[in-house]
């Protein structure tokens, strides 16, 4: 089992940055690669970046790239979603999930093995 929590959600203006935070505890965090996804509400959840076990690998949604950026500290367990600029249209339930299956489904929500609770994200205009 991999517990995984969410943070730094909040309420921010169009334009405006936020960092989101998950930590992971339980089974070797450096062997899941980890993925950010998204729900807003009526809409299916949607992927929004991934990473690779080891760091090297890097995906996101053609909505957030060039604008969000996601990066993980292996011997802190924890994985981050640097979003900047964002958008009214950003504004979603973020869930972190964790991914033992390898990278060629990383995108897809089906994929990913643990779940974290969520963290809300609101953006402004």
């Known amino acids: 089992q991999v517990q995984l929590v969410e943070s730094g959600g909040g309420l921010v203006q169009a334009g405006g940055s936020l960092r989101l935070s998950c930590a992971a505890s339980?089974?070797?965090?450096?062997?899941?690669?980890m993925g950010w996804f998204r729900q807003a509400p009526g809409k299916e959840r949607e992927f929004v970046a991934a990473?690779?076990?080891?760091?090297?690998?890097?995906f996101y949604a053609d909505s957030v790239k060039g604008r969000f950026t996601i990066s993980r500290d292996n011997a802190k367990n924890t994985v981050s979603l640097q979003m900047n600029s964002l958008k009214p249209e950003d504004t979603a339930f973020y869930y972190c999930?964790?991914?033992?299956?390898?990278?060629?489904?990383?995108?897809?929500?089906?994929?990913?093995?643990?779940w974290g609770q969520g963290t809300q994200v609101t953006v402004s205009s």
């Open positions: 339980g089974r070797t965090f450096s062997n899941y690669n």
């Open positions: 999930a964790a991914n033992h299956r390898g990278i060629s489904r990383i995108i897809v929500p089906a994929a990913y093995d643990y």
């Open positions: 990473i690779s076990w080891s760091g090297a690998s890097t």
